[in-house]
């Protein structure tokens, strides 16, 4: 059965949007569900420029323009983290279907907002990092669950921030598609390690062992100022946090975002228990190996998807468009797994402040 293609709106033609969009959705093999219908940018020209390079339909700087577009059915939020929550709630008005981009929000009361407003209004939203799309953390998750790890103890998880944003190859031209800038990811609110890479471990910790409890961290802002192409910036987001989950049943896991260094090992968290130990892709020491033909990112990853940057962003999307298509679709990239992360992000901050632990409320459902 035949199905008419979806109109995608990509919104915010920076790294994010090109690489994990533009790039993706401009390959014949998914234009029988999706097509690029428009893609907007405040930049002068950035949006114009990226409709010419990927073949989209309409380009925009204005947002409000973009979700007047009769031919754009969902968008993709790729702007800075601080505009996620007004723009998801525009799009809700309007009427579009919605991914967002990791972090879905800077706090989970925004998006606790917005999964009731897209519920009320007949909207689909998704949001990632949909890390339980991994066949392997999905492997690692049914290897716990069964006990094979035996009485689970503790656990660890984080990222360490680093100076990767100012090398990225798109911020180091001279043109309108080559030359964005990072300096939003160093600053409050939405900025900072733990929502732009912390996040990762958080929804793949989450996905195996469920909804934490409570949190208690340390945190600081630790590097004041970075350079970008000459030009100094002042930083001020909590660049260096570390965090205890208790998860109930006395397991714990302790977390980091920081600005240097890093335990972390291959696509997920380090597992230990009485019987064993899971260290990244290695149980006991042997490598955990999916079946032949198995992409690592997710079941949409096949093709020339497989060989692309951020194709672990376009297998969330991808869940989003199955979804629109079907309604008996489980996504597995939800807002309600975003907004529990969130909360912890939060919390573990507020903890900081505080010097106390935060319990924590939201919860959601094990996809």
């Not at 998801?88 to 925004?110: C, P, Q, R, S, Y």
């Not at 080559?178 to 471990?201: C, E, F, H, S």
């Not at 208690?216 to 004041?224: D, G, H, I, L, Q």
């Not at 970008?228 to 205890?244: I, P, Q």
């Amino acid at each position: 059965m035949s199905i008419k293609p979806l109109g995608m709106g990509v919104v915010g033609a920076g790294s994010i949007g090109i690489r994990a969009a533009l790039q993706h959705f401009s390959c014949t093999d998914v234009q029988d569900r999706v097509v690029l219908a428009s893609v907007c940018d405040p930049v002068p020209g950035r949006a114009e420029a990226a409709a010419s390079k990927f073949g989209v339909g309409t380009h925009y700087e204005s947002y409000d323009a973009l979700l007047e577009d009769k031919s754009v059915d969902l968008v993709t939020i790729c702007s800075p983290i601080s505009l996620h929550y007004e723009q998801g709630l525009k799009a809700i008005d309007a009427g579009k279907h919605i991914h967002f981009n990791k972090t879905m929000t800077v706090t989970a009361a925004e998006s606790l907002d917005l999964i009731a407003k897209a519920n009320k209004a007949g909207v689909k939203i998704v949001s990632s990092p949909g890390q339980m799309t991994k066949p392997g953390m999905r492997e690692v998750r049914r290897r716990i669950q069964e006990g094979e790890l035996g009485q689970l103890a503790w656990a660890v998880t984080g990222a360490a921030f680093g100076s990767y944003h100012e090398h990225e190859g798109l911020r180091q031209g001279t043109d309108v598609l080559t030359n964005i800038n990072p300096a939003w990811y160093w600053r409050k609110p939405g900025g900072g390690p733990l929502y732009d890479m912390t996040v990762y471990g958080l929804h793949s910790l989450t996905g195996v062992l469920g909804a934490a409890k409570r949190v208690t961290a340390m945190s600081a802002n630790a590097v004041k100022s970075r350079e970008f192409k000459g030009e100094t910036y002042e930083c001020d987001a909590e660049d260096n946090t570390l965090m205890v989950l208790d998860f109930g049943n006395n397991v714990f896991s302790f977390v980091y975002g920081t600005f240097t260094g890093g335990l972390a090992e291959g696509w997920g968290p380090s597992f230990f228990g009485t019987k064993g130990k899971i260290i990244g892709t290695k149980h006991n020491d042997e490598q955990i190996v999916l079946p032949e033909g198995v992409h690592e990112m997710g079941p949409h990853v096949t093709g020339v998807h497989a060989t692309m940057e951020e194709n672990h962003v376009f297998e969330d999307m991808m869940q989003l468009v199955d979804w629109i298509h079907d309604d008996n679709a489980t996504p597995i990239a939800t807002a309600e797994h975003a907004a529990h992360v969130i909360e912890i992000i939060e919390a573990a901050l507020r903890s900081s402040e505080t010097g106390t632990a935060q319990a924590l409320t939201t919860t959601f459902e094990q996809v």
